[in-house]
């Protein structure tokens, strides 16, 4: 049975993609899965493979090792309300251009998403 690690997984869609060992990429539903199993990229995993309508698909699925969480630190309270502060009042500028039927561009866009990501990680420790 091939090994490989999960490279991404989304708990709320039910999907994600292993990564083998031999370089293929492998579509993962959350219905293989057992039932008691914790996946999360980096999750390493041990699995049959059988031709789907899209691709190759897990089956079987076996968890050898979950990596543990390094908890990061935190920003202090005081460094946080200022980012929040700062995000809020950029929001608020594309908010109003939202409403005029613009959506921003699509470097600031993603500009913003990366800060939304970044501050959801400092909240999420």
């Known amino acids: 049975m ?3 690690k999960v490279r991404f997984y989304d708990e709320d ?3 994600g993609f292993i990564q ?3 370089g293929s990429q492998v579509y993962l539903h959350a219905s293989v899965l057992p039932a008691d199993a914790e996946v999360q990229a980096g999750t390493r995993l ?3 493979v059988a031709d789907g309508r899209r691709g190759p698909q897990a ?3 076996r968890v050898i090792d ?3 969480m390094v908890k990061r630190s935190r920003k202090s309270a005081d460094e946080m309300s200022v980012i929040i502060e700062d995000l809020v009042k ?3 500028g594309l908010g109003g251009r939202l409403k005029n039927g613009q959506y921003p561009e699509r470097s600031q866009s ?3 998403a990366t800060m939304l990501r970044r501050v959801a990680d400092d909240f999420d420790v």
Do not use: H, I, M, Q
Request: cysteine-free; charged content about 30%.
């Open 2 to 4: 091939p090994n490989g």
């Open 13 to 15: 869609k039910g999907f």
């Open 20 to 22: 083998g060992d031999d």
């Open 46 to 48: 041990e699995y049959s």
């Open 59 to 61: 089956l079987s699925v």
């Open 66 to 68: 979950t990596p543990r």
């Open 90 to 92: 950029l929001l608020d």
């Open 110 to 112: 993603r500009t913003v």
